[in-house]
């Protein structure tokens, strides 16, 4: 009988590009200045520009007895414009979590251009996935998320606000004010009403598909049942038309993203 692989980050990262067709980088650890949470290093693939509207990359990593897979839509303008704006896709999405084995989590953050997760301000989780997704649907109409001046967020209305829909507590105020004292009073502050999608496996779970060569399967099922959900197409869907587009000389290169809607590495 094989022994199976050892399980480390150098195995995972084989496993996510195996499941997605796609080149995978490594990601450092971090800690968040603010809140002191610590980011594992992972292994991450970025999904071809134009494929996927409502979210930029996928991550695959090790922490505590879990190994955790996640995706983080609704960060950029482009991505929450995608969700938010359609009501019925927001109304899918939470139906298909009720029918899966994966979680969707509020990710609230006050970011700015270029900036790493280490480097903004989320408050803790105060809603559960559903509620959050329905607010924003409403929020978004109201503009609420948008990039703004550090004045406006210093205002006691924005507070106010945070503490109405939920989104912050009162205990998040310390770590509210300790962020906003480290920018510099000219930068553009970004709202952005992200959300976090995981799925979890033990470490035994994943023990025995990787050694039966099953585990790269259920990456990838798993993805494409996330991608589903949000109203994306599937892997092999734009990882086919990556590949042509690479092997073709005469396909032009995709215009730069906006300013406003860098890829940032969140």
């Known amino acids: 009988m094989n022994e199976p692989s050892p399980l480390t980050l150098d195995r995972l990262h084989t496993v996510l590009q195996r499941a997605t067709g796609l080149d995978g980088k490594y990601l450092a650890g971090s800690v968040n200045a603010t809140s ?15 494929s996927v509207a409502s979210v930029e990359r996928v991550n695959l990593w090790l922490e505590d007895a879990d190994v955790r897979l996640a995706v983080w839509p609704a960060e950029l303008k482009s991505q929450f414009t995608s969700v938010y704006s359609d009501p019925g896709k927001v109304q899918r999405l939470i139906a298909a979590e009720d029918a899966s084995r994966w979680e969707i989590f509020p990710n609230f953050q006050l970011a700015f251009p270029f900036s790493a997760p280490a480097m903004r301000w989320y408050p ?6 559903a509620q959050y997704l329905n607010q924003w649907i409403d929020d978004l109409r109201d503009d609420r998320a948008r990039g703004c001046r550090r004045e406006d967020v210093e205002r006691n209305e924005f ?13 998040d105020r310390q770590s509210f004010d300790m962020w906003l004292s480290r920018q510099p009073v000219r930068r553009q502050i970004h709202i952005r009403p ?12 994943v023990g025995a598909s990787d ?25 092999l869907t734009f990882t086919a038309n990556h590949f042509e587009m690479e092997s073709d000389p005469n396909c032009a290169s995709p215009p730069p993203p906006s300013q406003s809607d860098q890829p940032n590495g969140s």
């Open 159 to 171: 507070w106010d606000w945070l503490l109405e829909r939920r989104y912050a507590d009162r205990d």
């Open 36 to 50: 002191s949470q610590v980011y594992q290093p992972s292994t991450s693939v970025k999904f071809p520009t134009g």
């Open 194 to 205: 992200g959300f976090e999608i995981l799925r979890l496996w033990s470490l035994d779970e």
């Open 124 to 129: 803790r989780r105060h809603l559960t996935g």
């Open 211 to 235: 050694m039966s060569g099953r585990f790269a399967s259920e990456v990838r099922e798993c993805l494409d049942e996330i991608l589903a959900a949000l109203g994306e197409p599937s892997l």
